[in-house]
């Protein structure tokens, strides 16, 4: 399957793997780059560059298919912005892709370019997409109200987001949002992408360090299972619905500020409830294609499975314009 995407970063399919924060590590990346897609592990969910540089180390164990790291240049809650120190880790490592999602990474890509590394810059609006393209990044991923994580603030879905994107930009362009089986894909394509983001699909990948009771919880979930939080601070999070969700609603509503929303949204309890297996205690970012969810499988055998549907989803429309 040949688009501008599997040209422009050498994958087979056109499939890239969500951020998913504290989930995204090496066995998941390595498995998914492995199947032919682009996996990706996130530099959030390290404290130290060390850290980050061991982690590309054991996803280059396991293939020598591409493969990215992503770098959030969204606003920190707390301690200093780290994506300096994240950059210098991906040069030294001489990674072949970088994605960046927030503000612009214009400071960063003369020296990323000049490395040779490929950019995909991620953002919920075509304005953002354009302004990107202008600084010079290789494609760009849009991602529709649709997404878990941040859709942004504009409300606009990936059926309308989607092909606006396509006639605006001249990148590649990759769609995020609702895309969690090959009937996505084959979607995404027909409205002008060149490829799709898959992150909730993803998080139910057999690779991922998941708790038992944190996967039950997910696979029972239908379309209707997320909510959007944190608009009060103009950063919309798509999120599971949940009691850490709703005490965040409750404390936008009255008015609650950053410093009093810290101790609901703030990553520390996040994780916490994750390795304990508390479906409700922390903010878990997630999409209404969870929805569309029923097993977990192997990365490879979703990767599978998903261009296998996206082709007879495509020969059925062929059959249909006959």
Request: neutral net charge.
């Amino acid at each position: 399957m040949q688009t501008r995407l599997t040209q422009l970063l050498g994958i087979r399919y056109p499939i890239i793997q969500g951020a998913l924060q504290w989930l995204a590590r090496a066995p998941l990346a390595g498995a998914v780059s492995a199947a032919g897609g682009l996996g990706i592990i996130n530099a959030k969910s390290f404290t130290e560059p060390e850290d980050l540089r061991a982690e590309i180390a054991a996803v280059r164990a396991i293939t020598d298919r591409p493969f990215a790291v992503n770098i959030s240049m969204l606003p920190e809650l707390a301690g200093p912005d780290p994506v300096q120190q994240w950059v210098e880790v991906c040069l030294s490592e001489r990674v072949p892709v970088v994605e960046t999602a927030g503000r612009s990474p214009k400071e960063f890509l003369p020296a990323l370019k000049q490395a040779g590394i490929k950019v995909i810059h991620k953002v919920p609006a075509v304005r953002f997409g354009l302004s990107a393209q202008r600084a010079g990044v290789d494609a760009v991923t849009l991602v529709g109200f649709e997404c878990g994580g941040h859709p942004g603030m504009d409300g606009v879905g990936s059926l309308v987001l989607i092909p606006r994107g396509a006639d605006q930009l001249s990148v590649p362009l990759i769609a995020g949002g609702g895309v969690a089986d090959g009937r996505g894909l084959a979607a995404a394509l027909a409205l002008g992408a060149d490829g799709v983001v898959m992150g909730t699909r993803f998080l139910l990948a057999q690779e991922v360090e998941l708790h038992p009771a944190i996967r039950r919880r997910l696979l029972a979930a239908d379309e209707l299972a997320t909510t959007l939080v944190m608009g009060s601070l103009r950063n919309n999070a798509r999120v599971l619905n949940n009691a850490a969700a709703r005490e965040c609603l409750e404390l936008e509503a009255k008015g609650a500020g950053i410093e009093e929303l810290r101790g609901v949204i703030g990553g520390g309890r996040g994780l916490g409830a994750l390795r304990r297996g508390d479906p409700e205690d922390g903010i878990l970012a997630l999409g209404q294609g969870v929805g569309l969810i029923e097993e977990i499988l192997p990365a490879a055998q979703i990767i599978e499975r998903t261009i296998a549907q996206a082709r007879e989803s495509l020969a059925r429309m062929q059959q249909a314009l006959a």
